[in-house]
């Protein structure tokens, strides 16, 4: 899903870009969009340890949601990855007048809407992402093959293929310490 974000938001090198959200998918984005030489990458996140990732990953800068507010109006691309019940409003307000703003989060009920005011005097483009048609996947495959895509440092715990239920156990767990769990045949 993130190959079919990034394709979509059409990022140019020296574009001031930001992700919001440094999860799985927000990480992976940042790897993908540093490919393009973006003239700015941050990256939003309240956790300082995913922001340290995100600058490892070629974030430039990174932001908690409440320092977000003094880069508002700054970005040309802002890629939301997160899903909170307000990061696709944030994501709108931190994105320049005729800015574009992709959704790639699973938003829960709640979730805070986009101002509709905001989105027409700002002459926002949004789009939403799910999923991925075939040319996301041979951009993925392609940006693995280059070595633009890292997906290890996500990788938290490794379990042999027996030990299945205890990993997904882990995972249940919803500690935020977890990342990826690998499992080996």
């Known amino acids: 899903m993130v190959a079919a974000a990034v394709r979509a938001g059409a990022p140019e090198p020296g574009e ?16 993908l969009l540093a490919a393009v030489s973006p003239g700015e990458l941050t990256v939003i996140d309240p956790r300082q340890d995913r922001a340290a990732l995100a600058l490892d990953f070629g974030a430039g800068d990174s932001r908690t949601p409440e320092r977000a507010g003094e880069v508002r109006g700054r970005y040309d691309l802002v890629v939301e990855t997160a899903g909170a ?29 986009i101002d509709p005011v905001h989105l027409s005097l700002s002459q926002l483009t ?8 075939s040319a996301a996947w041979s951009y993925a495959v392609r940006a693995f093959t280059a070595g633009l895509l890292d997906p290890a440092p996500l990788i938290t715990h490794e379990f ?5 239920a205890q990993a997904v156990a882990l995972v249940g767990a919803g500690d935020p310490a977890t990342g990826k769990v690998l499992l080996r045949p």
Do not use: I, N, W
Not at 16 to 29: H, I, K, M, Q, S
Not at 160 to 164: G, I, M, Q
């Open 16 to 31: 001031r870009v930001a992700v919001v959200g440094a999860g799985t998918l927000g990480l992976l984005a940042v790897q």
């Open 85 to 113: 019940p307000t990061t696709a409003a944030d994501a709108c307000l931190l994105a320049r007048r005729g800015g574009r703003v992709l959704l790639t989060g699973m938003f829960a009920p709640g979730a805070v809407g």
């Open 126 to 133: 949004v789009r939403s992402v799910f999923g991925a048609p």
């Open 160 to 164: 042999p293929l027996e030990r299945f």
